[in-house]
């Protein structure tokens, strides 16, 4: 069965820092992978998705995250942080492959960013 | 394009009472899926229609929760006599079929 795992519920950076929020994936299939962000009180928007073409994926407002086979993971990164990226991050993985679009999603990461 | 629009955004339900939370999907998607989302957590599958029909409920609670997609009208999400455990978020989302989800902005409900 596919799952993913978030590594830290809770995140807080510095603005200009680095940002780096972690996801591993459980896959018995090639999998599709996600990353969404959700504002307070706000649906889920997505900033990027993998589905096996090339390993380093770039999203929206300058985040990207690489597919790491070896490691299954599929951390999400930002070089810089700015206070408008603070919001809650999850990751996803598509139940079967991307033949439909269920999906299977982490427990979310809560980013802070101080100024 | 309005997006996906789920109405109301907030409901307040005494123990016992009805919800009823409805979605209409982005034009010329024919796909919905509902989740739900529960404090400090991420969100779980519900459900999966496409019109008139349920493709996946697997998610769904067996008991006091139902959903529908009518030929005409948006997708409903219907929990009967709700407890105070139904508090949540509720999430739907569409999709044309392939390519990849666009989300509603939820509906908060709250059981009082």
């Known amino acids: 069965a596919q799952s993913v795992t978030q590594l830290g519920s809770h995140v807080s950076v510095s603005e200009g820092a680095l940002v780096l929020l972690r996801c591993n994936y459980s896959?018995?299939?090639?999998?599709?992978l996600f990353w969404y962000v959700q504002y307070p009180n706000q649906g889920l928007q997505l900033l990027l998705k993998y589905t096996s073409a090339a390993t380093l994926v770039k999203g929206i407002n300058g985040f990207e995250a690489e597919f790491k086979k070896s490691e299954t993971s599929f951390h999400l990164t930002k070089p810089s942080a700015h206070m408008s990226d603070a919001a809650e991050y999850f990751c996803?993985?598509?139940?079967?492959?991307?033949?439909?679009?269920?999906?299977?999603f982490g427990t979310g990461t809560l980013l802070a960013v101080q100024p | 394009n309005a997006g996906v629009m789920q109405n109301p955004r907030h409901l307040v339900r005494r123990r016992g009472q009805e919800a009823r939370l409805r979605c209409s999907p982005m034009k010329g998607h024919s796909h919905v899926y509902w989740y739900r989302q529960l404090p400090e957590e991420g969100l779980k599958f519900m459900v999966y229609l496409q019109k008139e029909n349920i493709i996946d409920e697997s998610g769904m609670p067996k008991e006091r929760f139902s959903a529908e997609f009518p030929k005409e009208g948006p997708s409903i999400l219907r929990i009967q006599q709700v407890v105070r455990g139904d508090s949540a978020a509720y999430f739907c989302?569409?999709?044309?079929?392939?390519?990849?989800?666009?989300f509603g902005p939820g509906t908060r409900l709250t059981v009082l």
């Open positions: 989302a569409s999709s044309p079929g392939t390519g990849e989800l666009v």
């Open positions: 896959s018995s299939v090639p999998p599709y």
């Open positions: 996803a993985v598509s139940e079967n492959g991307g033949a439909t679009n269920k999906l299977i």
